[in-house]
């Protein structure tokens, strides 16, 4: 998830519902800002925060929304760096945190608060130049319609850049065989293609908050089926990884460093024609 720094374990598959998911986020709101402010979230300030930073490059002008945005911390990286955000996010608990650090800052990043299954209703097509999402797409129920409508609101050479859990982290049965800081044993993958919904509890490292939240397992070739039936084109994968002074310097950062712990994801809107999908669903029939 998010945050190899927190801990989380997995409680077996389930089907849930999207109330369910909302819940947990609405729930952890206070706790999460306190994880993310207070930089015990170590792995968004040095690992794939930079790396998803690094993959948007230039955003200065651009009309950016920003999905799944929580308290807001990537839409304000992006505003800081020149670009007019939008952030999105179906949690009002954490849409009135992102709304404080606002107005603190004096900001003027607008925040709405929505699922993100319905953003085609609230904005005409062709409305931004990114769409972007910061280890929230692992999250969401329906991510497919997701996809679609963030291809929709783009407007011609736009595109869609965005964090997640790396498959080989979100496999049911993933975990390390030995755990003690500063050492770890061989990362054991399990149940890599099983994939779901799967319950996941966690504690948030320097809160007294264990969430519980679900969170989708897909293959790596899952991934890409899911940016073909929406007509998504991937541009660029990058599985960032600490450098050896980090995994010298912060706590956990060693296992980081010898197993891909995030996915980066720049894709763009293709009009892919017919031919191309028979030739995947073939594939996947073989
Ligand atoms: C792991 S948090 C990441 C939040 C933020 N991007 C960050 O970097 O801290 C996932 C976020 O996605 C939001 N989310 C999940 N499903 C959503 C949906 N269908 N529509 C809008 N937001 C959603 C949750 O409320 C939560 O704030």
Known sequence: ??????????????RTSSRQARRGWEEAARDWNRFVETREDHHRWELHGPALIRTVGQVKGLRVLDLGCGQGWFSRELASRGA??????????????AKEH??????????????????????????????TSCMSFMDMPRLDKVLSGACRLLKPGGRLVFSVSHPMNTAPGAHWLRKRIGHHGPWLVDGYFEEGPYDVVWSLRGTSRVMRVPQWHRTFAGWFELFHNSRLGVTRVWEPRPTTLQARRIAGF?????????????????????????????????
């Open 102 to 131: 606002e107005r603190k800052r004096r900001g003027k990043i607008e925040y709405v608060c929505a699922d993100a299954v319905r953003i085609t209703q609230r904005w005409p097509s062709r409305s931004f130049d990114l769409v």
């Open 1 to 14: 998830m998010v945050a190899r720094s927190a801990h989380w374990r997995n409680l077996g598959r389930s």
């Open 84 to 97: 007019r955000v939008t952030g999105l996010d179906w949690s009002a608990q954490q849409i009135a945190i």
């Open 254 to 286: 060693e296992g980081a460093r010898r197993v891909p712990y995030y996915l980066i994801f720049e894709a763009k809107p293709t009009t892919l024609g017919r031919a191309a999908r028979v030739a995947v669903e073939r594939s996947r029939s073989e």
